[in-house]
């Protein structure tokens, strides 16, 4: 088998140790073109997932942790979680197996400087897979935060980052009552070092690795081979289904797979005559336009995909043509946002360049896209929300290279077929920006996936 038979980020699967014999996830190329309901990839055991996810932090650690250290010119970030209580941060940095934090469990990185490696420490009374280098005895120091002040003043950092902020939760950990009972125990030369680590954490988070890239268009395609079953006769025989028996189909095929929804998907029905988005129990009919929202977290990693679908009539081969267009127009609206992006400039200017250039062809369109990773609504900007088409504190964070985006968004578009009827074109698909280009993960939705009605 020759390793150039296989897109490039496989190689980093094989580097960090993975065997031929050993299961590993479906590793497919990046796509600008979505197959029409695909089949569904294999799905790992649950011990080949805890060894892929264990393989992928362990990487994400060596290199992303000295990269955004040095990056932001931190010296020292501590973190601290509490059972039942993680911050984001911490519940991503803890391995496949260790579910929780146990009791009070406190993560500190060092960077020592002159290019040395980046110290990784737990000062917990349990280890981390080998993650982190235990750094606390209890029989020996019983205080636990007086061990964190040791382990500080034995470094003597210049800015310690702890997580506090006004803005994004995924920056905002520390507690009232945690950074007391820490602050009592530093002294006060250290207490004057203390800065915000909310950039580090949403650096962390937002940034993605190649062998995260590797295996994130095989994720995406899960969930678009659950979208296309969904959005078929396996699924959906009109004049009988509504729109919460799709719901709940997906929620029962997820639990017979084994795989994790981050959300309850989300089916509508927009049909000629009626207004706005039909759902719950609407039974499904000949002539709708269907649509979905759905997102799974898989080995750690989320998806966030919207598409549609039209319920052929009787004798119908293909649906309106004023429906085809209208998605051709959200089509175009993706293609002027992917166009608007540029490292280092903000969501809102994103945002902004990109309404400016749909509104001077004509179109109608709702920006509300978003970065994607280890969340589905991720670490990183905003670029628009779907009630607010304007500048947002949430917009102000640039958006950078090594990035995954859901890409989410609408245009309406008066279809003549149903009476000149306002109709909403929503898509949401997933993609990956390295800094000069856009790409989606597997594809996107070009076409109304069509559903026979009998």
Known sequence: MK????????????????????PVPPVLPMSDTEISAPAMPPILPMRARAETIDRILAERLETVIPAIMREQGIDLWLLMAREYFEEPVVASMLDAN???????????????????????????RYGLAGLFEPAWQP??????????????????????????????????????????AMSAKLPAR?????????????????????????????????AHALIGRAFSREVVTPGKTTA???????????????????????????????????????????????WTDFGITYLRLATDTQHLAYVLKPGEV?????????????????DLLLESFEPGV?????????RRKALAEGLDPSIYSHPIGLHGHGAGTAIGFWDNQRDDPRGEYPVLAGTAWSIELTSYSAVPEWGGQRVDFRSEEN?????????????????LTLIPSG
């Open 318 to 334: 293909a649906a309106p043509t004023g429906l085809r267009a209208g998605l051709a127009a959200t089509n175009r609206v993706q």
């Open 244 to 290: 919460a028996d799709v719901q709940w189909w997906y929620r029962e095929e997820l639990a017979r797979l084994g795989l994790t929804p981050w959300f309850h998907p989300s089916v509508g029905i927009q049909r000629q005559g009626a207004t706005g988005m039909l759902a719950g129990d609407t039974v499904i009919e000949p002539g709708d336009l269907l």
């Open 139 to 180: 029989e020996v120091q019983p205080d636990q935060w007086q061990a964190v002040a040791d382990i500080v003043a034995a470094r003597d950092p210049r800015r310690i980052a702890i997580n506090f902020s006004d803005i994004t939760a995924f920056g905002d950990g520390m507690t009232l009552s945690q950074y007391r």
């Open 190 to 222: 250290y207490r004057d070092r203390i800065v915000s680590g909310e950039t580090l954490a949403v650096r962390w988070l937002e940034s993605r690795t190649p062998g995260e890239l590797a295996i994130y268009p095989g994720i995406v395609r899960l």
């Open 3 to 22: 390793l150039r038979a296989f897109p490039a980020g496989f190689a980093a699967l094989l580097a960090s140790g993975v065997t031929a014999q050993e």
């Open 431 to 447: 993609a990956w920006f390295d800094g000069e280009t856009v790409r989606f993960l597997d594809g996107r939705q070009t076409e």
């Open 98 to 124: 260790s579910m929780s934090a146990r009791r009070r469990t406190i993560l500190i990185f060092h960077d020592p400087g002159e290019g040395r490696p980046v110290e990784r420490l737990t000062v917990s």
């Open 346 to 354: 903000s969501g809102n200017a994103i945002l902004a360049e990109a």
